[in-house]
């Protein structure tokens, strides 16, 4: 790409970047001018009378005035200044030459992809939220289905569904995600941010519910590791305890996080971290989950494996019950999440390269949205078990209503004293229908047909 079209590019991705921003200042009934693209820069709306400045660097153009300000002027009937051209005019006397990054390229990349990861991540959550809602029906509704094993898949599912939403309100409620929509205010063309404790708030529950779902992917393994090797806590002893500390851990955790913040950190809503040894509050155990579940999904793989060498004698048996370790442990990859661990090794090397650091929020993102809809599949929706229970509902509910039917039949032929020939095979149709014959029934009305 030639340094043409690198300039048409990236006026390209400002001019569009300018009419998707959702912050404005909001008119009072006064004149204003409107917001536009000047070929270079973005201006907000701006009030008539007043002089919007801006820096002459940005993200993506730099000017050779490190310091220089760009200027335009909103006239008093709510128009941008006009010079000699006709044409509004936006002072640049300050910036001097204007160019584009060195590494434009790769700036390219980052914003031409950002807005693709946001997409499939909040595609994601939604598909993850109403699949795990449906799924979450299913296991209160059926009775037959109420077992321990399944009451941790319960709160399990509403993590997901917690951090799922948390997303979709973050991504809907703050604007560039720093800040919420009530929190900004454009005066004069600058932007004027209060951050409240409400920001402040949600942005702590956020990270509660995100810290909640890592823990009870780690309750899920425990439990499993425990029936397996240990009998610790297993089944016929409930799985209350794993359910408590799912939700009890995070709280002491983000408690101290969020207390850190407010003595030594109180800056922006929280969304950003100057200081790194308050973030590891967050990140410690996140990282701790992630690693011990990759270890007891090794373990666990081993015992199967070693379940199918020493139980397998004939070639065809080890084929069938290679298939179901490998069935198994695709079952227990959403479980554990093991591709966690990929994206923990990718963190570490994210700085080095735009592009190493586009692939890891992608693979992030990814998975981590569509991560509560592959539970649902796996554990509920696609489950054997689930589908024996949910015939037996239907086969219930229907036999159910053929009763009702046919109980009904019955009480208007007993409150019926004539009928025609016509209604009697009506009658016996329908009782026919439901796959119900009474000989007695059946006799009496032929009798009553012939005489």
């Known amino acids: 790409m030639n340094q043409n079209e690198k300039l048409k590019k990236v006026v390209s991705l400002i001019k569009e970047n300018c009419f998707s921003k959702l912050g404005e200042v909001q008119s009072d009934g006064g004149s204003t001018c409107e917001r536009i693209f000047d070929g270079l820069y973005c201006w907000p709306r701006t009030k008539a009378g007043l002089l919007a400045v801006q820096s002459c660097n940005n993200d993506l153009l730099k000017s050779v005035n490190k310091t220089g300000l760009a200027t335009r002027q909103c006239t008093e009937n709510g128009t941008w200044f006009n010079e000699y051209t006709g044409r509004p005019w936006t002072n640049l006397s300050e910036c001097g030459v204007i160019y584009i ?99 402040k708030l949600f942005i702590s529950i956020r990270y509660y519910f995100v810290i909640c779902n890592f823990a009870f992917m780690l309750m899920e393994g425990v439990y499993l590791h425990n029936l397996i090797f240990l009998n610790l806590f297993s089944e016929s002893h409930g ?48 990282g701790i989950t992630v690693v011990v579940n990759f270890l ?44 966690y661990t990929m994206t923990l090794i990718l963190s570490f090397y994210v700085e080095s390269s735009k592009i190493l650091e586009i692939i890891w929020l992608f ?76 000989d007695d029934l059946i006799k009496k009305r032929r009798k009553s047909i012939e005489i």
């Not at 305890?241 to 408690?255: E, Q, S």
């Not at 922006?268 to 155990?285: A, F, S």
């Not at 239907?394 to 009702?404: G, I, M, T």
């Open 101 to 199: 990054m060195d590494d434009i390229d790769e700036e390219l990349i980052y914003e031409t992809w950002l807005p693709v990861i946001k997409k499939t991540a909040r595609f994601g959550y939604t598909v993850s939220i109403l699949s795990l809602i449906l799924a979450l029906l299913i296991f209160i509704t059926i009775k037959r289905l109420h077992c321990e094993r399944n009451k941790l898949h319960m709160h399990l599912f509403i993590s997901y569904i917690l951090r799922g939403a948390s997303f979709i309100l973050k991504d809907v409620l703050f604007i560039e995600g720093t800040a919420l929509s009530n929190d900004v205010e454009y005066v004069n063309g600058h932007t004027n941010v209060n951050y409240t404790w409400l920001c």
């Open 296 to 339: 007891l999904f090794l373990l666990i793989v081993k015992v199967l494996v070693l379940k199918i060498h020493f139980t397998s004698t004939f070639i065809q048996q080890k084929k069938v019950k290679f298939r179901k370790l490998l069935k198994s442990t695709l079952i227990l990859i959403p479980l554990y999440g093991i591709p």
């Open 363 to 438: 693979l992030d993102q990814s998975f981590t949205s569509f991560q509560g809809f592959f539970a649902a599949l796996v554990y509920c929706l696609l489950n054997s078990e689930v589908h024996v229970e949910i015939k037996r509902k239907y086969s219930l509910f229907y036999s159910r209503q053929v009763n009702k039917e046919c109980c009904r039949s019955r009480t208007i032929s007993s409150n019926t004293q004539q009928f025609s020939l016509q209604n009697n095979d009506d009658a016996l149709e329908n009782l026919n229908l439901f796959g119900i014959t009474d």
């Open 239 to 286: 799985t209350a305890i794993y359910c408590f500390l799912g939700w009890a851990i995070p709280l002491v955790f983000v408690f101290i996080w969020a207390l850190m913040r407010m003595l030594f950190e109180d800056t922006t809503c929280w969304t950003l971290n100057d200081q790194n040894y308050i973030g590891l509050l967050l990140e410690i155990p996140i």
